[in-house]
């Protein structure tokens, strides 16, 4: 009994793994020169994320084909 529970979680286990792998890969999306488009939502503004603001103003995410739409998330 206990092996049939344990086969069946690990088929459930393995079928989510496949279904999550399908709709990562189909939800790509592509820009006109065929770079991946990344959309962030940052919560606010920091010196803290300067390293990053550095990467996407100097195009160090465009070199490896990522595209990156950042927004700052405020509440009203």
């Known amino acids: 009994m206990k092996r049939n529970v344990l086969i069946g979680v690990v088929i459930l286990i393995v079928i989510a793994f496949i279904i999550g792998v399908v709709v990562i890969r189909n939800n790509d999306v592509?820009?006109?020169d065929g770079n991946i488009l990344i959309k962030m939502n940052e919560?606010?503004?920091?010196?803290?994320?300067?390293p990053q603001y550095?990467?996407?103003?100097?195009?160090?995410?465009?070199?490896?084909?990522?595209?990156?739409?950042?927004?700052?998330g405020q509440r009203c």
């Open 30 to 32: 592509a820009t006109d």
């Open 54 to 72: 550095v990467a996407i103003n100097n195009g160090y995410f465009r070199d490896y084909g990522i595209d990156i739409d950042l927004t700052t």
């Open 43 to 50: 919560v606010t503004r920091s010196v803290f994320y300067a």
